[in-house]
């Protein structure tokens, strides 16, 4: 999330919009948004399991549910042009990757 944040110029001036989401509460969202500095809308108390069978996000259950990172970029018609999901602790999206992309599909 903090590299999306710092790419957020760039980001922006390639018109991507960057959200964040969490299955953590509406409260502990926001102070993970507000102690990280990200100015991007991030979203809060998503039901781990409805996003898991709707987007094939990978869970872990257990002591504690959560989504392992899941990334999409969608097109401008809002149809996914990349998916990144991951089954553990690595294998995240890159702001600079994002860029690569849509860099290279605005010149086609």
Same mark, same amino acid.
């Given at each position: 999330m903090v590299d999306f944040a710092v790419h957020g110029l760039p980001l922006k001036n390639l018109g991507v919009k *960057?959200?964040? /989401?969490? *299955?953590?509460? *509406?409260e502990s969202t926001a102070a993970l948004r507000s102690g990280l500095h990200v100015g991007f809308p991030m979203a809060g108390e998503l039901d781990a399991? /409805? *996003?898991a069978e709707a987007t094939g996000a990978m869970i872990q259950t257990g002591d504690k549910t959560f989504l392992h990172a899941t990334g999409f970029l969608l097109a401008p018609d809002g149809t996914v042009s990349i998916s990144v999901y991951s089954s553990g602790p690595i294998g995240r999206f890159t702001a600079s990757e994002v860029i690569r992309k849509v860099i290279f599909e605005q010149q086609k």
């Open positions: *960057v959200i964040g /989401a969490s *299955v953590d509460s *509406v399991h /409805a *996003v």
